[in-house]
């Protein structure tokens, strides 16, 4: 039995009743006590998402401390990227202020510092397209059809899917980087941390992308879905 908006006759001794207790929830309205189902809420904490919030009120203080001619030449090149945002991998319009944290985050994100204070010029490379994941001894490699340009660094997120499912963007965690002038990396520590054992014929979904190590712009990104397989079991090249 199932309890939802229900509008319910009170007496004096119920009539103040208000708050949760078990499964549901009381509260008035319109002079009525309406009880429905308690609502629990979902929160998942991630380290990456603990990261993206730092950062966030890291760079926000920091653009603060921008001489204002360096925040003009943020709010300049916002402009630029906002007119051909199909090459910097931003859709809609951004402003300086959040173009420079979104470019600094990103540099953080892969490990550089310190902080740009004035916008780069230089863009992201061809990302490659993604191979294969296999599955070897205790590694799980990621491996790409070609190099990683050498002055970006390439960021790789998945998630793990049930045979019947096609995406779950929303479930895709960072497992793993591809450093510039390198096309594979061992993604094993953490996602056996997040996802358990790597099993062969697991399906994953793998979003890639590339972000310049000068300037933080990042490419726009390429999502895939393959399954993990054993090395061996590889076509030889």
Known sequence: ????????????????????TGGITATHSGGHLVVRNKIVQTYTDTEYQKAIRQNFTLFTKNWQEL???????????????????????????????????????????????????????????????????TI????????????????????IRLTTLSPGQSTNTNALRQVGQVPGNAKEADIIEKYTAIFGLPEDGQKIQVQ?????KNSGFASSRKLSVTNLTKAAEQPAE
């Not at 944290?101 to 490659?128: E, F, S, Y």
């Not at 890639?208 to 310049?212: D, L, Q």
Request: glycine share 6%; proline share 4%.
């Open 208 to 212: 890639i992308y590339a972000i310049n």
């Open 136 to 155: 070897d001894a205790d590694a799980l490699n990621v491996t790409l059809s070609d190099n990683v340009d050498k002055d970006d660094i390439l960021v």
């Open 1 to 20: 039995f199932k309890l939802f908006d229900m509008k319910a006759q009170t007496n004096d001794l119920f009539k103040d009743f208000s708050g949760s």
């Open 67 to 133: 001489t204002d001619v360096q925040r003009e030449e943020w709010n300049a090149k916002a402009k630029t990227v906002t007119s051909d945002h199909a090459v910097y991998g931003i859709s809609g319009k951004i402003s300086g202020f959040n173009l420079y944290v979104r470019c600094n985050m990103n540099l953080q994100l892969v490990g550089l510092a310190p902080a740009l204070t004035v916008p780069g010029d230089d863009l992201p490379g061809i990302v490659p397209e993604l191979s294969a994941v």
